[in-house]
């Protein structure tokens, strides 16, 4: 990690007074599983309290078991009353199905291509770039994930970039060229920025 740090505060000097305000990188890295997936479908859309209170619902209901198997055994109307919109417990069950048919490979995941991931991951319901990209950061570990529709990531560019507007795909792409091949951390830290700040 020491070499990421060095090539940021080399190549960028807003991200060099960035890294040296928040201190050290500390990721929390979260498991690359099914039970990991299923929480970030969760999750999607809602305030952290919320999902929590959902995902909880939803351990308890599977004796905090969240198995492929487990989540197929609720039925529609069950996982309704656990709090989960109809979409949400469609692609629940989408995800369960593709991970029993070996159509979503969770073992196989590590060894492939930040492309074959996002490939791999967004062909089940529900699961879009962005979740599949928060999973190749925060599950996978990958260093170079640059994810352009994170509002965080855009709120803060402007904070940081003194932009007049949120940037777009290609001015975040722009930016982020002295990044790579460590995007992730450089977003870890520009989320960072962002902690004591009200969200645009």
């Not at 599983?33 to 619902?57: C, H, M, N, W």
């Not at 487990?70 to 593709?98: F, I, W």
């Not at 990209?133 to 402007?158: E, H, N, S, W």
Request: proline fraction near 8%; aromatic fraction near 8%; hydrophobic fraction near 50%.
């Amino acid at each position: 990690m020491r070499k990421a740090i060095l090539h940021l505060k080399r190549s960028d000097p807003v991200l060099k007074a960035l890294i040296e305000r928040v201190g050290p990188y500390a990721l929390e890295m979260a498991p690359a599983d099914f039970p990991e997936l299923a929480r970030s479908i969760v999750y999607q859309q809602l305030s952290g309290k919320a999902a929590a209170t959902i995902y909880g619902r939803l351990e308890a209901a599977v004796n905090r078991r969240v198995t492929p198997r487990a989540v197929l055994r609720l039925d529609e109307a069950r996982m309704r009353s656990l709090g989960l919109s109809k979409q949400k417990a469609a692609y629940l069950r989408d995800l369960a199905e593709k991970t029993l048919a070996r159509e979503v490979d969770f073992p196989a995941l590590p060894a492939m291509p930040d492309q074959e991931v996002l490939a791999h991951l967004t062909a089940v319901k529900g699961i879009g770039v962005w979740t599949a990209q928060m999973f190749l950061i925060f599950a996978l570990g990958r260093p170079d994930v640059m994810p352009t529709a994170d509002l965080g990531i855009r709120a803060a560019m402007k904070n940081l970039y003194h932009l007049p507007e949120l940037p777009k795909p290609a001015e975040m792409e722009k930016i982020a060229a002295a990044w790579r091949p460590y995007c992730s951390v450089a977003c870890w830290y520009l989320w960072r920025s962002l902690d004591n700040q009200a969200a645009p």
